[in-house]
């Protein structure tokens, strides 16, 4: 019983820290994130001549958002989510410049600028980066959540 009141607790006050979007979304949603990453960083890296020292700023920033998205997974947290945020902070302008404007991956850098906004926005903190200095164009929660779930292939 007391564990189950415990547990209880633990999820209310996630819920309650969650303003915009459910602990389940939120979780969703750095997952998405997460998930894009890998596919974009082996497109990124196959271009030819690409700067080495780029990419692994790149993986180091994926393997970051990796083990964030799955803290968050498992104990929602403001800071989780602003780590995933200031992540893809630095991740996206370095990614941007590996790609021409009209490339297949830079909505999928863009959607993830976003969505990471709204993680922090959920915990009713506010965004450490604005969206639309890092990435050209802003997307809406439920726009970033379609392209990276589409991802590029």
Do not use: W
């Not at 979304?25 to 780029?54: E, F, K, R």
């Not at 990419?55 to 997974?73: G, K, M, R, S, Y």
Request: hydrophobic share 55%; net charge negative; proline share 7%.
């Amino acid at each position: 019983m007391t564990i189950r009141i415990a547990a209880l607790a633990v999820t209310i006050a996630a819920l309650a820290g969650c303003a915009g979007s459910s602990v389940s979304q939120v979780a969703t949603d750095a997952s998405l994130i997460a998930a894009a990453l890998p596919p974009l960083l082996a497109s990124l890296s196959a271009i030819p001549g690409v700067n080495q020292t780029t990419i692994a700023t790149l993986q180091a920033d994926n393997a970051t958002v990796q083990a964030d998205a799955a803290l968050l997974a498992k104990t929602p947290s403001a800071t989780t989510a602003a780590g995933i945020e200031s992540t893809i902070a630095e991740f996206a302008p370095l990614a941007l410049t590996l790609v021409p404007g009209a490339s297949p991956y830079v909505p999928v850098i863009e959607a993830a600028v976003s969505l990471a906004q709204v993680l922090v926005t959920d915990f009713s903190a506010p965004s450490t980066t604005a969206a639309s200095a890092v990435a050209p164009t802003v997307y809406t929660a439920s726009q970033a959540r379609a392209i990276l779930a589409a991802g590029v292939h």
